[in-house]
């Protein structure tokens, strides 16, 4: 054990979105913050790398440059295929969000904003694995003991002992954190599985996301099933595009069938003009788990926030993630801060305890509508109806693009905006 100890205010565990936005938005409050990764930058991440506009809007927030000469593939929408449907539509874009979206792989997404959180005046440490909270008399979390790791992403046998009064789980799906602080998720919540891997294509400067709504597996009777999820198609811009899928495991055949085998069979049967072959592979197919739905909660307890992953904050109409958490880091930094603002620590607590409030306002009606869609399309049935009967409407399609990206403008706007707001409004928000 090295005898070094460092302070700080706060301590952000994790810099992927949405510990990267914590710490930079943190930092520019003038809070003392320390980062804490375990890997070293740059790091992959199993993800799509699509952007939609609401993720753009949490760029633009932070001061994030995004400009198209800086590897940054702008995108004007999303392409629909299904039901023997091909449909373009475009991103709304209102007075709340841009008119575009972005693809940068996460390769290059998650060290564009730990460093920018460092030009804020965040404290980076790379190699550092937490692995325990440290915790005061009362069981409050007062900072956190980490594995030094080596240049070979094994263990050095060193460790760092790091002390703050405020700690942020961005620590991903898995959450060491949050679980050695009794935080387990909740099966009440869905989940899905994502698979993705690269191509070299020809289209990779498509101005289109493509999403494709039919994925198939065979059942235990041999028969086609079709899952609910789709397949992706998002063009980086650099001469490869992101190609991946997505299932929710509100499927009865989810857990029972190989993942892999269902992205190459779907893989299988591209349209020659992508030139998606074995041949034009780049890297094995990985997976990763999605959280959705607040799956782990509370969402501030003894000392410590959950931001992004590490709170199930992923998206379930679409499986997006990179925004809810970089909105969690926005929210949190301006709750940490005031509260480190006030006078004493019953003040303190108060204000910190606002955190889960203030997420459930803004996401939890819209988890809770995700979820019963979630429960719906895990019926085959229904999944081959609305690919049947709702994809061939266009308007309809519109207004599920801004349902499933979340994207109603948040004041005003027309129709399709007010019925989005003020279901979310109804619903509970658990």
């Given at each position: 054990?090295?005898?070094?100890?460092?302070?700080?205010?706060?301590?952000?565990?994790?810099?992927?979105?949405?510990?990267?936005a914590?710490?930079?938005?943190?930092a520019?409050?003038?809070?003392?913050?320390?980062?804490?990764?375990?890997?070293?930058?740059?790091?992959?991440?199993?993800c799509?790398d699509g952007?939609t506009?609401?993720?753009?809007?949490?760029?633009?927030?932070l001061?994030?440059?995004t400009?198209?000469?800086?590897g940054?593939?702008?995108?004007?929408?999303?392409?629909i295929l299904?039901?023997?449907?091909?449909?373009?539509l475009d991103?709304?874009?209102?007075?709340?969000?841009?008119?575009?979206?972005?693809?940068?792989?996460?390769?290059?997404?998650?060290e564009?904003?730990?460093r920018?959180?460092?030009?804020?005046?965040?404290r980076l440490?790379e190699?550092?694995?937490?692995?325990?909270?440290?915790?005061?008399h009362?069981g409050?979390?007062?900072?956190?003991?980490?594995k030094?790791?080596?240049?070979?992403?094994?263990?050095?046998?060193?460790t760092?002992?790091?002390?703050?009064p405020?700690?942020?789980?961005?620590?991903?799906?898995?959450?060491?954190?949050?679980?050695?602080?009794?935080?387990?998720?909740?099966?009440?919540?869905?989940?899905?599985?994502?698979?993705?891997?690269y191509?070299q294509?020809p289209?990779?400067?498509d101005?289109?996301?493509?999403?494709w709504?039919?994925?198939?597996?065979?059942?235990?009777d041999g028969?086609?099933?079709l899952?609910?999820?789709?397949?992706w198609?998002?063009?980086?811009g650099?001469?490869?595009?992101?190609?991946?899928?997505?299932i929710?495991?509100?499927?009865?055949?989810?857990g029972?069938?190989?993942?892999?085998?269902?992205?190459?069979?779907?893989?299988?049967?591209?349209?020659?003009?992508?030139?998606?072959?074995?041949?034009?592979?780049?890297?094995?197919?990985?997976g990763?788990?999605?959280?959705?739905c607040?799956?782990r909660?509370?969402?501030?307890?003894?000392?410590?926030?959950?931001?992004?992953?590490?709170g199930?904050?992923?998206?379930?109409?679409?499986?997006?993630?990179?925004a809810?958490?970089?909105?969690?880091?926005r929210?949190?930094?301006?709750i940490?801060?005031?509260?480190?603002?006030?006078?004493?620590?019953?003040?303190?607590?108060?204000?910190?305890?606002?955190?889960?409030?203030?997420?459930?306002?803004?996401?939890?009606g819209y988890?809770?509508?995700?979820?019963h869609?979630?429960?719906?399309?895990g019926?085959?049935?229904?999944?081959?109806?609305?690919?049947?009967?709702?994809?061939p409407?266009k308007s309809?399609?519109?207004l599920?693009?801004?349902?499933?990206?979340?994207?109603?403008?948040?004041?005003?706007?027309?129709?399709?905006?007010?019925?989005?707001?003020?279901?979310?409004?109804?619903?509970?928000?658990?």
């Open positions: 054990m090295s005898g070094q100890v460092e302070t700080a205010e706060v301590i952000v565990v994790g810099a992927g979105p949405g510990g990267s914590t710490a930079a938005y943190l520019s409050h003038g809070v003392d913050t320390l980062l804490l990764e375990k890997s070293a930058f740059p790091r992959d991440k199993v799509g952007l506009p609401r993720a753009v809007r949490e760029l633009i927030h001061g994030v440059p400009r198209e000469e800086d940054w593939h702008r995108t004007k929408g999303l392409r299904g039901g023997g449907v091909r449909m373009e991103w709304p874009g209102s007075e709340t969000f841009p008119s575009y979206g972005l693809v940068r792989s996460r390769m290059d997404l998650d564009i904003l730990a920018h959180a460092e030009s804020r005046g965040a440490h190699r550092m694995n937490v692995h325990e909270p440290i915790l005061d009362r409050h979390i007062c900072g956190v003991t980490a030094v790791m080596g240049e070979n992403g094994r263990a050095t046998g060193e760092r002992e790091f002390r703050a405020i700690v942020v789980a961005a620590d991903g799906n898995s959450s060491r954190l949050s679980l050695s602080m009794d935080r387990p998720k909740r099966d009440d919540r869905p989940m899905g599985v994502a698979v993705r891997t191509y294509t289209r990779h400067d101005d289109y996301l493509e999403s709504l039919e994925l198939w597996t065979k059942g235990d028969e086609d099933v899952m609910p999820g789709y397949g198609l998002f063009p980086l650099d001469g490869t595009a992101n190609v991946g899928l997505g929710l495991d509100t499927a009865e055949a989810f029972t069938f190989d993942y892999r085998d269902v992205m190459r069979r779907w893989v299988a049967a591209m349209p020659e003009e992508w030139g998606i072959s074995e041949e034009t592979q780049l890297a094995p197919i990985r990763a788990a999605l959280p959705m607040f799956n909660q509370p969402l501030y307890d003894r000392g410590l926030l959950l931001a992004g992953d590490a199930g904050m992923v998206n379930p109409f679409n499986g997006e993630g990179i809810e958490a970089m909105e969690s880091g929210h949190s930094a301006e940490i801060a005031s509260a480190l603002r006030r006078t004493t620590p019953g003040e303190r607590e108060a204000v910190l305890q606002s955190y889960p409030k203030v997420m459930k306002d803004e996401l939890g988890y809770t509508l995700g979820r869609f979630a429960t719906l399309i019926k085959p049935e229904i999944m081959r109806l609305a690919v049947r009967y709702g994809l409407r309809l399609m519109r599920l693009l801004k349902i499933m990206a979340n994207l109603p403008q948040e004041r005003g706007g027309g129709l399709d905006d007010r019925v989005i707001n003020a279901l979310t409004r109804m619903v509970p928000a658990a």
